[in-house]
T-cell receptor, first 107, second 117 residues
Framework: QKEVEQNSGPLSVPEGAIASLNCTYSDRGSQSFFWYRQYSGKSPELIMS????GDKEDGRFTAQLNKASQYVSLLIRDSQPSDSATYLC???????FGDGTTLTVKP | GAVVSQHPSRVICKSGTSVKIECRSL??????MFWYRQFPKKSLMLMAT?????????EQGVEKDKFLINHASLTLSTLTVTSAHPEDSSFYIC?????????????FGPGTRLTVL
């Protein structure tokens, strides 16, 4: 079992909708998580970090961490076509990444 | 966020030659850097973990004699692809870990696209 897993397949939402991306993790000791965005042909870019239980908002992005249920999510409000990318979640110190979730925002 | 650079961004070489890729953390010191390879439409594959002043730790299936890693300073790690072959053509990405009191953040370089003819 991977330490952090993104179980959902490709996600497609219309422009302006809320996109919800989810990860589950197995290590209860994990304290914080990162979300990366990777555009096709580019390297991953760190977009959100969350270190405590609850929500963290940054512009149109909200990261949510639920330690009791061991999941972390990323909400993108008012989705734009420019948000179309693959999103990766990761835990500090865990240098391996899963396949990520590919988001397509349709105009 | 912190800045990690890679050089070159793109390289084309002939089969049998060696190619060196540099990874630098520009505004922080990184005791640990990672090297990844990514094929089109595939996920990042960790190749090795590079620690300053010590030998790199390679992932299973990655040939250490083919992919030479040197982490000479706290801001520089290099990956040398020796005797490159067309199957080594890929997108190589490094990352560097910035450590603070409470957490570590991993920042990626822009990647190097290697084409072996």
């Amino acid at each position: 079992q991977k330490e952090v897993e993104q179980n959902s397949g490709p996600l497609s939402v219309p422009e302006g909708a809320i996109a919800s991306l989810n990860c589950t993790y197995s290590d209860r000791g994990s304290q914080s998580f990162f979300w990366y965005r990777q555009y096709s042909g580019k390297s991953p870019e760190l977009i959100m970090s969350i270190y405590s239980n609850g929500d963290k908002e940054d512009g149109r992005f909200t990261a949510q961490l639920n330690k009791a249920s061991q999941y972390v999510s990323l909400l993108i409000r008012d989705s734009q076509p420019s948000d179309s990318a693959t999103y990766l979640c990761a835990s500090p110190g865990k240098s391996t990444f899963g396949d990520g979730t590919t988001l397509t925002v349709k105009p | 966020g912190a800045v990690v650079s890679q050089h070159p961004s793109r390289v084309i070489c002939k089969s049998g030659t060696s190619v060196k890729i540099e990874c630098r953390s520009l505004d922080f010191q990184a005791t640990t850097m990672f090297w990844y390879r990514q094929f089109p439409k595939k996920s990042l594959m960790l190749m090795a973990t590079s620690n300053e002043g010590s030998k790199a730790t390679y992932e299973q299936g990655v040939e250490k004699d083919k992919f030479l890693i040197n982490h000479a300073s706290l801001t520089l790690s290099t990956l040398t692809v020796t005797s490159a072959h067309p199957e080594d053509s890929s997108f190589y990405i490094c990352s560097a870990t910035r450590t603070s009191v409470s957490y570590n953040e991993q920042f990626f370089g822009p990647g190097t696209r290697l084409t072996v003819l």
